[in-house]
């Protein structure tokens, strides 16, 4: 399983931490940015992460900024995506279990290490469960025609 990363300022030093999490859990991965802590806009960086997703160059994604909203907000404008923000491993399970959520998004300014590398783990582990959430999913997902 391939990953897609991306981040702003706010999230740079947790993407650091959480691309070792990711090397130590066996995951390939793709950074998209930002690449420093310089002031730069989210919506560059998790865009571009979930155009990676969106398009199968990587099967999931998990972007971050300070608070975690902005970026979920940017990547879910592009079609396909289905980022869910969470802030705990029950979010970070459920979201995979019942929405088949393809990215996650983590504000970094309130997320722990320790808690963003159990997310991540939960995150990436976790199947979908399909059955009655596969229809809501896909009524969710042709919201994107109208």
């Known amino acids: 399983m391939k990953i897609a990363l991306g981040c702003d300022h706010g999230g740079y030093e947790l993407k650091q931490f959480i691309m070792k999490t990711l090397e130590k859990l066996g995951y390939e991965y793709e950074d998209f940015g930002c690449y420093s802590l310089e002031s730069?806009?989210?919506?560059?960086?998790?865009?571009?992460?979930?155009?990676?997703?969106?398009?199968?160059?990587?099967?999931?994604?998990?972007?971050?900024?300070?608070?975690?909203?902005?970026?979920?907000?940017?990547?879910?404008?592009?079609?396909?995506?289905?980022?869910?923000?969470?802030?705990?491993?029950?979010e970070a399970?459920?979201?995979?279990?019942?929405?088949?959520?393809?990215?996650?998004?983590?504000?970094?300014?309130?997320?722990?290490?320790?808690?963003?590398?159990?997310?991540?783990?939960v995150f990436l582990t976790t199947e979908f469960e399909g059955g009655r959430h596969e229809r809501r999913v896909n009524k969710m997902m042709a919201l994107e025609q109208e």
Do not use: Q, W
């Not at 300070?66 to 404008?77: E, F, H, Q, V």
């Open 93 to 121: 399970e459920m979201t995979r279990r019942h929405n088949d959520a393809n990215m996650m998004a983590i504000g970094a300014g309130f997320t722990g290490k320790n808690m963003a590398e159990r997310m991540v783990e």
């Open 40 to 90: 730069c806009d989210y919506p560059d960086f998790g865009a571009a992460a979930a155009r990676a997703v969106a398009e199968g160059k990587c099967d999931r994604g998990i972007v971050i900024c300070t608070t975690g909203i902005g970026i979920s907000i940017a990547a879910n404008k592009i079609k396909g995506i289905r980022c869910a923000h969470c802030a705990d491993c029950l």
